[in-house]
């Protein structure tokens, strides 16, 4: 059976905020080293992120197709059978950033 699965990908570049232990643990590296050489931080623009993101779901086992939807087109769609929605979401967290599985569904036949 088809599905049609709905992720919300953050394309600002940020990563999910550390728990207050590694703050602190960053807080002391950021004392210790100098800003210049580690500190920096590394600006990737929306399209490039966008890309990745839709590289990851077309190398899924399984996938169909890919789209980019919503207002900031930072919702990936992908369609396809046998399509493991956590695994993906998973790997897209892992490789880009933030991300939230937003549903998945059944794909509706084309009228």
Known sequence: MK????????????????????KIVIYVLKLMMPYDIIWKKSSISTAKITTKAMKIAVTS???ASVALTGEE???????????????LTR?????????VLLSVEPESAKE
Do not use: S, Y
């Open 3 to 22: 599905q049609k699965i709905v992720i919300k990908v953050w394309t600002d570049g940020q990563r999910c905020r550390p728990a207050k232990a590694m």
């Open 61 to 63: 086992p399984g996938v």
């Open 73 to 87: 087109k930072n919702q990936l769609v992908v369609t396809g059978e046998g399509v493991d929605a956590v695994n």
């Open 91 to 99: 790997v897209i967290r892992q490789n880009i950033g933030f991300a």
